[in-house]
């Protein structure tokens, strides 16, 4: 599959990319099984979604088991600098005084020349960002110590000299070159990029983070640091401009050695610093919506999601052979006498259930011989959810969890039909006459305006469309300067190359992907200079990559998600701009193909070797590692990065396709429907919520015996998903889906957007027709013009030859 490039999508329905036995992955893919009667029994995920994970996974994740080697040699080269001018102390028992000073020497001795020697400073400077790890006896007191120098050495100025010589780096043509007519490409070709890059990580990350406890003067430093961050301080741009810039050379084959996880982490973690995360962002569309006037909004859409449970997924395969078999006993003891059923039920542990399952096969029954060809994508009969132990979760009234919604255009389509069918006549736009309706339709509209809800979107549109109309009575547009909209500005010129340069390596991130010649090496930041030489080495290998290949996946899909939604409250057109170069760049049928694989497998995936994370595996002591310790990975229930990416992509799915029936039917053409119905067995209420709202999207199309076939999931949906009044979602008969008005909905669409552009951003190629006129005599001729050279030489003959020998009627031209 090309990204970019017109594309079907392949069904390569097995995960691929793995280097561990079928063993290890055997145990990842195991079916949670089930008791007697063929129900399942796995539990929900205790997953809680947020911006980002724990700090120490966040910390783990920068570097890849291969590196573990240099944590010894930057402290050395710390201890070596140290030394030399300072004391034999250890750099905890210094004073604030001594630790400023320095810290300062060591900023100076970055200036040098040789690059030998700068490489070991900032060796040692990353050291001093790590916590001087060899000085503490816990990972508490690592990260205390992290902290603590972290905002010494942005109080002395450190970053600003980073961005300098990540610059120098970036532009360093001999090492670009070099990498290029390389046939492999190793940890060591990134040296001095992956130190730069570490130490910024790390004190963006670590200033990031919000801990009441802070000196005031941190708080401060914070504030400050967050404001220079999203400003063109840097190059003339903001420092996440750079990073796409890096982005951009990577994937036009021009820079292969560019350790690409760190650039997209550091990336992720400056925009979500800049711009904020999704809690800012309910904020901030709250205080939008004050600002526009418009009624708050009906409830926190985080504080639901996080409420909710999960439903039970659709059955699987084992499952419909073990269904098949117990309606075999059940017509055998049809059979038997009443006398001796009635002895056997005594004993019938699952006696209380027999009535709903006989009920709910009889309803399956019915349905089978329309049922569809293909028994993987039925939804079969699920039994009640198992009990959950109390929790704190809050608890919803009986009812659905969301307040239903109606658009303007929806009151007026429902009073157009209205008047057409009693009256005979339409009045347009007009939302308020009634007279001549029943009483009936009077209660229908007042229930309507009640749940009218007007989108921060819908004002944005109407106010571009008036600028539109009137350029010069319209009065100058005030756009505030937000981090926003400086990274708007900045990233606009290339954005279609940033978003396919996005695409394409998250592509070849996928576990779906097939290695190909032409792809891209992700690879070049985790392959050691020396291949392993046993099975150990071999396995620790294959863990570090795919565990490489989960963390770009999951920095890639929350970039694109935080970008997505800041630019919807900043701008509507400015989201639409992104999201229309996504859909060209064929982003849709990408997330879709790395949906269809075994999503179970995946989510509970164990590409990590805890001993070896970061800060545990430099404080105590490393176990020896076996290859069994390595298959049995570590105890947890499920992966967190592999189950934030999965969310993260289907909400960016369900953002390129809310209200576009073009991009809807692509889901429909790319046979989206099973795929989605799979990923439903992640037993994860906000993963659920979000397959059943792109399914809802497309229901109207499936045809009416899909939707027979599938009614637990339409059930599903009608109990998770917000409702739109007058939405006849489970229907084929959506006036809108006129399928040859698709691409006219993408180019009208494009035409605004382009439009908006101009007028906001493009003031060289402002229509001279709006241009102001200077219509005052004595201004214009007081305007200094600079005539040429040979001009002056020449004035006597240009004044002969245009003035005196050509007669003027000034009578004439004085009237």
């Not at 060591?106 to 400073?121: C, G, M, N, P, Q």
């Not at 929790?391 to 919604?405: I, N, T, Y």
């Not at 008969?733 to 007028?759: G, H, K, M, V, Y």
Request: glycine share 4%; charged share 25%; net charge negative.
């Amino acid at each position: 599959m090309e990204v970019g490039g017109s594309s079907g999508l392949p069904v390569n329905n097995k995960q691929r990319g793995a280097m561990l036995p079928n063993k290890s992955r055997g145990e990842f893919t195991r079916n949670p099984r089930k008791d007697s009667e063929g129900l399942s029994e796995s539990p929900d995920l205790e997953f809680e979604y947020a911006d980002t994970d724990k700090w120490a996974a966040e910390l783990s994740e920068l570097y890849s088991y291969t590196e573990g080697p240099e944590f010894a040699l930057n402290r050395k080269c710390f201890e070596v600098e140290f030394k030399t001018h300072v004391s034999d102390k250890k750099w905890i028992e210094l004073d604030a005084a001594q630790h400023r000073a320095h810290a300062m020497r060591l900023l100076d001795s970055l200036e040098v020349i040789a690059r030998e020697k700068r490489l070991k400073v900032a060796r040692a400077i990353l050291y001093l960002a790590q916590g001087t790890f060899a000085e503490c006896s816990s990972e508490a007191e690592v990260q205390y110590w992290m902290r603590y120098n972290i905002f010494l050495l942005l109080d002395v100025g450190t970053f600003s000299a980073l961005v300098e010589l990540l610059n120098m780096e970036i532009d360093n043509s001999a090492a670009c070159s070099s990498a290029v007519r390389k046939p492999a490409i190793s940890l060591a070709d990134s040296t001095d990029l992956r130190v730069l890059l570490n130490i910024m990580y790390l004190m963006v990350e670590t200033i990031q983070q919000d801990d009441p406890a802070d000196k005031p003067e941190w708080k401060i430093i914070r504030e400050t640091f967050r404001a220079e961050l999203g400003s063109p301080l840097f190059n003339n741009e903001p420092i996440s401009v750079m990073l796409f810039g890096m982005v951009t050379k990577f994937c036009s084959g021009h820079a292969p050695h560019f350790p690409m996880k760190k650039v997209l982490l550091l990336l992720w973690k400056s925009i979500l610093f800049t711009l904020g995360g999704f809690e800012q962002l309910q904020s901030i569309k709250v205080h939008k919506r004050e600002e526009l006037g418009l009624p708050p909004l009906p409830e926190d859409s985080i504080r639901v999601i996080r409420s909710m449970r999960a439903a039970s997924p659709p059955a699987s395969a084992s499952d419909l052979i073990e269904q098949q078999q117990k309606r075999a006993r059940r017509e055998h003891k049809a059979l038997i006498k009443q006398d001796n059923l009635d002895a056997f039920n005594e004993k019938d542990p699952y006696k209380a259930d027999d009535s709903r399952e006989d009920e709910d096969d009889n309803d399956d029954n019915d349905n089978s011989m329309e049922a569809e060809t293909f028994p993987l994508e039925r939804d079969e009969v699920m039994p009640p959810p198992i009990p959950h132990p109390p929790s704190e979760r809050v608890s919803f009234p009986k009812g659905l969890p969301w307040a239903p919604k109606v658009r303007e255009k929806d009151i007026e389509n429902f009073l157009e039909s209205s008047r057409s069918k009693f009256i005979g006549y339409t009045l347009g736009n007009d939302t308020d006459t009634v007279v001549g309706l029943p009483r009936p339709i009077h209660e229908s509209i007042k229930t309507l305006k009640q749940h009218k809800y007007v989108s921060i979107a819908e004002i944005q549109i109407a106010k571009e469309e008036e600028f539109q109309k009137t350029p010069l009575s319209g009065g100058e547009e005030e756009v505030e300067m937000s981090s926003t909209e400086l990274l708007y500005q900045g990233i606009l010129p290339s954005l279609p190359q940033y978003m396919i340069a996005l695409l394409k390596i998250l592509l070849a991130a996928a576990p779906t992907s097939k290695a190909k010649t032409d792809s891209i090496n992700i690879l070049a930041d985790v392959l050691p200079e020396e291949m392993p030489t046993t099975v150990l080495q071999s396995m620790k290998l294959g863990v570090d990559v795919n565990r490489h290949k989960e963390i770009i996946v999951k920095a890639i899909s929350a970039i694109l998600l935080l970008l997505l939604k800041h630019f919807k409250l900043n701008h509507i057109y400015q989201f639409e701009y992104m999201a229309q170069h996504l859909v060209f760049a064929n982003c849709i049928p990408l997330i879709l193909k790395f949906f269809n694989q075994n999503i179970m497998s995946y989510i509970t995936a164990k590409n990590s070797i805890s001993v070896l994370d970061f800060p545990y595996c430099v404080v105590h002591e490393l176990p020896e590692l076996t290859a069994e310790s390595l298959e049995a990975g570590d105890n947890n229930q499920f992966c967190w990065r592999n189950l934030f990416s999965c969310i993260n992509l289907l909400r960016i799915l369900n953002k390129l396709t809310k209200w576009k029936h073009s991009r809807t039917m692509m889901l429909v053409v790319f046979k989206s429907a099973p795929i989605l119905k799979r990923a439903l067995k992640v037993k994860q209420a906000m993963m659920q919520l979000y397959v059943l709202k792109l399914l809802k999207v497309q229901t109207k199309y499936l045809g009416r015996q899909w939707r027979k076939s599938n009614m637990k999931t339409m059930s599903a949906i009608y109990q998770k998903v917000r409702h739109r009044l007058n939405d006849d979602w489970a229907y084929g008969n959506d006036l809108d889906a006129r399928p040859w008005d698709f691409q006219a909905e993408e180019c009208a669409l494009r035409a605004n957007i382009e439009r908006f552009n101009s007028r906001r951003y493009d003031k060289s190629h402002s229509n001279p027709d709006f241009l102001p006129v200077d219509n005052c005599l004595q201004s214009v001729l007081g305007q200094r013009v600079d005539l040429p050279e040979d001009f002056q030489m020449n004035y006597d003959l240009w004044l002969e030859r245009e003035v005196f020998s050509k007669p003027i009627s000034w009578e004439e031209l004085l009237q």
